[in-house]
Structures are given as structure tokens and as C-alpha cells.
């Protein structure tokens, strides 16, 4: 896994050297592109962070673990 890092090694542009980067990077967005995107507004942070751990436990979430280590 690559870290975002601010020097010129590992920045945006270097990546963009990177064939399997950019073909990786093109892919996500293709993805991105296609997805049905819905925003719920909650201001409250304890009721945010309750509706983010709700949504991800309801809908499996793949990618949100939650976990912190």
C-alpha cells in the first residue's frame, strides 16, 4: 500500500509515472463515476458517529472497519 506522503517522492505527479498506478487510478475513477452517490446531513457528532458506525454495520461496508490500530 502507498502512503500520501508531501515529498516529491511518492507525490501525485511520481505516481503518475507509474503505469500500474495509472491504470489503477483511471479504473477508481471510471468507478467513481458510475456510482449513485446520496448525502444525509447530521451537524450532531455524537449522532454522526452513531449514523456512520449504523450505515456501515447496515449496509456491510467493506472498507470501514473501524478499526484504529
Do not use: C, W
Amino acid at each position: 500500500m502507498t502512503q500520501a506522503t508531501y515529498k516529491t517522492q511518492g507525490s501525485r505527479a511520481d505516481l503518475l509515472q507509474d503505469r500500474d498506478f495509472v491504470l489503477a487510478f483511471t479504473d477508481a475513477k471510471v468507478r467513481l463515476r458510475a456510482m449513485n452517490i446520496r448525502v444525509v446531513e447530521e451537524s450532531n457528532p455524537l449522532r454522526q458517529a452513531l449514523l456512520e458506525m449504523y450505515v456501515a454495520v447496515a449496509l456491510a461496508a467493506p472498507y470501514n472497519d473501524f478499526d484504529n490500530h
